[in-house]
């Protein structure tokens, strides 16, 4: 029996636990407007929210990453649901913005806690053949969370403005009694390697990123991050931007980016793992980048509301396959004692992303709302362009070790 069948119970748990996280910040896209009414906040109160969740998050993410390889998953997975419950508990009851950065801060800490340790836990429970199955399982849940997020905080905002976070916190605090009494430790502290620790133990954030760019996996950490930052520009300003141009409504826009991430999600869940094994990450990796600087130039390009469904359609199907594949290929190239610390790497490189691709994505729509979309475009296709290279390299380097 596949380590995959034998772990399908504590994989479950683990996709419930990333979707929910995903879901708590999906929760406030449709409740914003009203607290901006609320606290009497204005957007770039909100813009800086969005930066101080990230920001934590780069933060926290390469300690927590260091913390699961030593204290073992459970521990990490389960502190971090504990943040996050705290987290949308404050939220639900904040009166002033100081309140709500706090809040977004937590929930950045807890998610950097969360996401690579389960990352990392599905590295130590799944074969070599199984890791790109078990990633995409675990990248459905963040992409189902993401979907899901703004219904249901539009939904529970119908019995109060200050109930979808009640229920986040509520929700988070069970799973985290659940996961501690039921989830097994995938990788105790006694397999923990001290040299490893003590030297990681001793490095800044700074050190870290560093350090990585003399790991074998680094080009893996950069498309992390032009992954991040290319998508944070294409939906930091997609509603912005089909208002601007074809005057879509609300729901225009929520159909477009709802149908899209739902496609992502089937293919993660059902032909993902077949098509990593066929082509190879490398491949598909180099296939996608393209595929997404395509489709997002095209956006540029098509016109009418069926055009726009069908570009956003490929972009974040190419997305949704490149995210995983991308973690997978990473995994696969740490050594068994760094999963955490490569994963908690993974967590900070995408935070970056977030970071600066929606200030980036701003700055460029105040000078003309196509900006953006150009800027990603030629960011992917950049790198698109260093993987063939980088692939290239990688045979010579094999067929000279022959």
């Given at each position: 029996m596949s380590l995959l069948l034998r772990n399908r119970g504590a994989m479950l748990l683990l996709m419930v636990n990333i979707f929910l996280a995903f879901t708590g910040i999906g929760l406030v896209v449709p409740i914003m407007?009203?607290?901006?009414?609320?606290?009497?906040?204005?957007?770039?109160?909100?813009?800086?929210?969005?930066?101080a969740f990230s920001l934590t998050q780069l933060l926290i993410s390469p300690i927590a990453g260091r913390w699961s390889d030593r204290m073992g998953r459970k521990n990490i997975i389960v502190g971090g649901l504990i943040i996050f419950a705290l987290s949308e508990l404050l939220f639900g009851l904040a009166d002033a913005p100081w309140q709500l950065f706090i809040s977004r801060m937590l929930g950045g800490v807890g998610a950097a806690m969360i996401m690579p340790a389960v990352m990392a836990y599905v590295a130590d429970t799944t074969s070599m053949d199984e890791r790109a199955k078990g990633m995409g399982l675990i990248n459905a849940a963040i992409t189902t969370g993401f979907?899901?997020?703004?219904?249901?905080?539009?939904?529970?905002?119908?019995?109060?403005?200050?109930?979808?976070?009640?229920?986040?916190?509520?929700?988070?605090?069970?799973?985290?009694?659940?996961?501690?009494?039921?989830?097994?430790?995938?990788?105790?502290?006694?397999?923990?390697?001290?040299?490893?620790?003590?030297?990681?133990?001793?490095?800044?954030?700074?050190?870290?990123?560093?350090?990585?760019?003399?790991?074998?996996?680094?080009?893996?950490?950069?498309?992390?991050?032009?992954?991040?930052?290319?998508?944070?520009?294409?939906?930091?300003?997609?509603?912005?931007?089909?208002?601007?141009?074809?005057?879509?409504?609300?729901?225009?826009?929520?159909?477009?980016?709802?149908?899209?991430?739902?496609?992502?999600?089937?293919?993660?869940?059902?032909?993902?793992?077949?098509?990593?094994?066929?082509?190879?990450?490398?491949?598909?990796?180099?296939?996608?980048?393209?595929?997404?600087?395509?489709?997002?130039?095209?956006?540029?390009?098509?016109?009418?509301?069926?055009?726009?469904?069908?570009?956003?359609?490929?972009?974040?199907?190419?997305?949704?396959?490149?995210?995983?594949?991308?973690?997978?290929?990473?995994?696969?190239?740490a050594d068994e004692s760094q999963q955490g610390f490569v994963m908690g790497m993974n967590s900070a490189y995408t935070s970056l992303g977030n970071i600066a691709g929606p200030i980036v994505a701003g700055f460029l729509f105040d000078l003309d709302f196509n900006f953006p979309y150009w800027a990603a475009t030629g960011v992917l296709a950049l790198c698109f362009l260093m993987t063939l290279v980088y692939r290239k390299r990688s045979a010579g380097s094999v067929r000279t070790r022959v």
């Open positions: 407007p009203t607290y901006m009414n609320e606290l009497g906040i204005g957007g770039g109160i909100v813009g800086l929210l969005v930066a979907i899901i997020g703004p219904g249901i905080g539009g939904y529970l905002a119908e019995f109060g403005i200050r109930v979808p976070f009640f229920a986040a916190a509520v929700a988070a605090a069970f799973v985290a009694v659940v996961t501690f009494a039921v989830l097994p430790e995938s990788r105790s502290a006694a397999a923990a390697v001290p040299g490893v620790e003590k030297k990681a133990n001793k490095e800044s954030l700074v050190a870290q990123l560093v350090r990585s760019y003399r790991e074998p996996y680094f080009f893996g950490l950069v498309i992390v991050f032009v992954l991040s930052f290319g998508l944070a520009n294409y939906e930091t300003v997609f509603g912005l931007f089909v208002d601007h141009k074809f005057g879509f409504t609300p729901k225009d826009i929520a159909f477009v980016l709802t149908f899209g991430s739902i496609s992502g999600a089937v293919v993660q869940v059902t032909v993902f793992s077949w098509i990593l094994n066929k082509f190879g990450e490398s491949r598909v990796i180099s296939a996608c980048l393209f595929i997404a600087a395509l489709f997002i130039g095209l956006t540029l390009l098509v016109h009418g509301f069926w055009a726009i469904v069908a570009v956003t359609f490929i972009v974040f199907l190419s997305i949704d396959i490149l995210r995983p594949a991308v973690g997978t290929q990473l995994s696969k190239l």
